[in-house]
């Protein structure tokens, strides 16, 4: 590799790695006509830094030159950094280079603002277009796109990329003018509606035309980042709900701010990244995705930050205690669903056990579910007589004495991976 390469390598990966956008790709691209690669077979690996984060094989930026200069953001214009930039036929041939060792399963493209946006995104365009049709490339990508983008580039964007995103960055509209006053979530909100109506579009037409091309065929999705300005989780999960709503989003991330700045606005370098917290706004993002939770159930005016030692869901039974227990041999099943300690598959299959017995204990614990958990809220067969009902404090005390958390004796700290 030449040493120029391997030198914007090493900067536009390092910079691309505050992006926590990289799960597992859903697309439904297959290898056809002898290309290379296969979305939908194998997904995407993963890899980690060394802070813990989940990082996407080949993720980099086209750029770390930009035009703002968000306070939060190790790529503004104001900070004092090496800068780098790969022309179009460098990510191409060092996706398929990377790709044809066995060394990635996919590309994440995101990038800095050169010039203006229309500038940035049409190289883009070109890098997902050669990939597909002058490469045959069938691996997973996903596309950052840029705001303010023309809707022509965009939607060509669409016919190559397999996930496009736009970072909603900031929470509220306050946080986001306090921090990136050039900035604001209409121009965020605007590139969502276009790919999500061409989504909607494109599928539509599937009913009438027998071969209609993919267009981003595993949905959009946007980052938000917690812990830079002060919002609480409850703004954080109304916002996310808001655009799970509004825009058919695949995913909200949620990425715990790394302070790299000096700026005064901003936590101070060397505080901890808020990952504890960021692990519980996932968890209560799963709540309203599969667990019917309204987010108004999860948090409120009372309770407005999800509790640090405890998971939203047992959390919210805590709270809610004249709903159990739950007998589960007669339960329905989405009041099954919300009795922490029972999964999503656990739930089913207790519901279709009981049809040929009544469940016991031994039966409960076979199912998988987290019975230690569970049994404070749950009526089976052989319940024991309860002889003094506990107060929500006291459950909660008998729960923790008895899990192994992991964060009990490093409540501040990512876990060593080793």
Known sequence: MYERIREKLG??????????????????????????????????????????????????????????????????????????????????????????????EGLFLSSGIFKNADYTMERLVRIVKKLRQDERFNGYIHLKTIPGASDELLREAGMYADRMSINLEMPTERGLKLLAPEKSHSE??????????????????????????????????????????????????????????????????????????????????GSQPPLIRENRLYQADWLMRFYGFKVQEILDDLHPNLE???????????????????????????????????????????????????????HLRKLGIAFRKARHFIRYADSPMQLKEYEAGHIKNLILSEGKSKYQSNPDNQLSLF
Request: aromatic share 10%.
């Open 308 to 362: 640090i030692d405890v998971d939203p869901k047992l959390g919210w039974a805590l709270r809610n205690l004249d709903r159990f227990p739950v007998d589960i041999n007669t339960a329905d099943y989405h009041m099954i669903l919300r009795v922490p300690g029972i999964g999503v598959g656990s739930a089913l299959k207790i519901v279709q056990a009981r049809r040929f017995n009544r469940l016991h204990e031994n």
């Open 188 to 269: 965020v909100e605007k590139p969502l509606k276009y790919i999500q109506n061409n989504i909607t579009q494109f599928e539509s037409e599937k009913a009438l035309i027998k071969s209609v091309p993919k267009f981003v065929p595993a949905g959009q999705s946007t980052q938000i980042v917690v812990g830079a300005t002060t919002e609480s989780d409850k703004e954080i999960l109304y916002t996310a709900n808001a655009f799970y709503r509004n825009f058919s989003l695949k995913r909200v991330y949620y990425s715990g701010y790394i302070p790299i700045s000096y700026d005064s606005r901003l936590p101070v370098i």
């Open 11 to 104: 900067i536009l990966a390092d910079a691309a790695k505050y992006d926590v956008s990289c799960a597992s790709s859903g697309s439904n691209r297959k290898n056809e006509n002898k290309g290379i690669g296969d979305a939908e077979g194998a997904g995407i690996c993963h890899t980690y830094t060394e802070d813990g984060r989940c990082v996407s094989l080949l993720k980099i930026l086209l750029t770390n030159h930009c035009i703002y200069d968000c306070a939060f953001c190790v790529s503004r214009r104001s900070n004092d950094i090496r800068r780098a930039a790969f022309t179009v036929e460098e990510v191409v041939e060092l996706t398929m280079n990377f790709y044809r060792r066995n060394y990635i």
